[in-house]
């Protein structure tokens, strides 16, 4: 097997989050603009910082603004939890000697705080948060930050993840890329990919 390095997207492909992702930003607009969104209209939150989120909702960003989004979030907090067999395939990956790594859009500290992650993080040899690299996602600079560090090349490399914006990125990079499938996964459809995972599991079959 070619690759040396899987690398995965956090929310939505290793974490289950969506619902409170989404209404945790539903109940931070409302507060702050006054407005009621319908969840359906807010899935282009999925995948992308904070920062840009706000922009694109028409609302101005601020440290209070976005603290109030993680005091929702918490609200939420017992409804995140890993995707069933997550757990499995890392290990399993693990077992082959194969690197892992994470590229997500969360900022450090969200990371950090994320208590899904808090069992399985201590598998990934690099994480790459929204400002560790010169722009986030759908650029390809995360990627391309995550291979210059490992010293690893695209054709050595798989990003796995659940958004056109994760895909993008892997294109943006000229690295392979895997549809986590097994979630809520958006737009489908026009999403490119080289390979559709309905289950973690799958993922070891290119391996």
Not at 12 to 28: E, H, I, P, R
Request: hydrophobic fraction near 40%.
């Amino acid at each position: 097997m070619k690759y040396k390095h899987i690398i995965f997207d956090v929310d939505g492909t290793l974490v289950n989050s969506n619902y409170a992702l989404l209404n945790a930003w539903k109940d931070t607009f409302l507060q702050i603009q006054g407005k009621s969104w319908d969840i359906k209209d807010l899935t282009f939150a999925l995948g992308i910082p904070g920062k840009e989120i706000m922009k694109r909702a028409g609302a101005e960003y601020s440290d209070e603004a976005f603290e109030l989004w993680k005091k929702y979030l918490e609200k939420y907090s017992d409804t995140i939890k890993l995707f069933d067999n997550i757990d499995n395939l890392l290990v399993s990956i693990k077992q082959r000697g194969i690197k892992m790594g994470i590229i997500t859009s969360k900022m450090r500290d969200e990371f950090d705080g994320d208590i899904a992650m808090h069992s399985i993080k201590h598998m990934f040899d690099l994480v790459i948060c929204a400002t560790d690299s010169a722009r986030p996602k759908p650029f390809g600079d995360p990627i391309i930050t995550y291979m210059e560090k490992t010293h690893t090349t695209p054709d050595e490399v798989v990003y796995i993840g659940d958004s056109i914006y994760d895909s993008e990125c892997a294109r943006n990079a000229e690295v392979d890329f895997g549809l986590a499938a097994w979630g809520e996964c958006q737009n489908k459809e026009n999403i490119c990919y080289k390979y559709a995972f309905s289950d973690p599991l799958d993922v070891l079959k290119i391996l």
